[in-house]
DNA sequence: ACTCCCTTGCACAGAGGTGTGCAATCATTG
DNA sequence: CAATGATTGCACACCTCTGTGCAAGGGAGT
């Protein structure tokens, strides 16, 4: 017997359900409604507002998880000791999947809660701006932009290119990794084999 | 005195004033109502009907004027036979001053009309795309993208610098210009000099 | 002065979304 | 079997925004 009760599992299930699908539905339209989540997730409107008391709880849960899973992937690569370049591109990787799940972000992060939002990601901003910042000092990125700005602008690219997926072209990981590189000041020849090597 | 009656100046100025106020409130609130715009151009909601029977009609013109903005700077780049790399970064002077007004059109790309406004840009994405492709076929640009996704991401670099803009740091006009041309698959010797030879 | 007509202020209907209350199911749990 | 509690279906009040109608102001044009 698991320590939960199969009530509980099936109220967890229902749950992260209802998350998975608000992830997407709100990542194809910001300002979908409780209604709309709801019936894609094969349950009625009352019962969402049983786990979310407010639309907002539903987002702000929905953009802790993403911060989770990012601060996660940095936590992997704080630990790994390569090359800072080789790390942004294990970093991008990583994030890659992620990307495409938690595109809701970027229309997130404008909107009512832009601000909660926005301070949620402080952390995960504040990582990649001091891997940025190394990469600057051991001379390996640009200085074209300050290590914050240009960190975000690099992270952008990688979401900008996982938002074009869809549509024509097809652009992959490969190309997300060169690209953000490329962004970050590192030569072309460099990025390529940087990505090269990552898809092994 | 001119062709135009004095009332019909006022009108000009009057529907001039509501397009640019729109343009900064959506910029800020994509989701602002039409109340919201009609108070900061200093008229009355009513007032604002007058000039645009429906919130889309409003969003279109806006559109449309800023794809006409656009066009016009595409069209000064292409009577220009300057090398492709030179061309971009001249279109990346010029586009700056429009990427801090209409960065707007980034938001309503998404929400209602998106497809609208998607196809409004059409003419401009082909034209671009067509740019970054004769500089593929240089071997000036990377070809780590096809050309028509390459383009797009440039483009939508550019437009994210300029968001960032208010934030700390403060990018300008040459950040921009290095950073669009890094992706494209500039080296960055090549972009610095072509960011400060702009510059002038 | 007299006439346009743009603007204003207010009222209204409607649509759509939010959040809550409550009784009725219905499967799990004891 | 009986109790528990999650889920449902429907009700409701509330809010915000949209778009329209209409009468009254007020400045430009004649």
Redesign the pocket.
Known sequence: MKP????????E???NRILDVARDILGQNP????????TAA?????????????????VRTLAERAVEEITDVLKEIDADDAPVDAAWALFVARLWPLAHRYRVLLALRRGEQGDEIHALLGSVDRTLADLVQRGQDAGTFGRHLPAMVLGQIAYATVFTIADQHRAEGAPDVRAATITSLLVLGTSASRAHELADQEER
């Open positions: 939960e009760s199969a009530r509980a599992r099936a109220m299930k229902t749950r300002d979908a409604g409780m209604g709309d989540i709801a094969g349950v009625v409107r009352r019962t969402v507002y049983g786990y979310f008391p407010a639309r907002s709880d539903l």
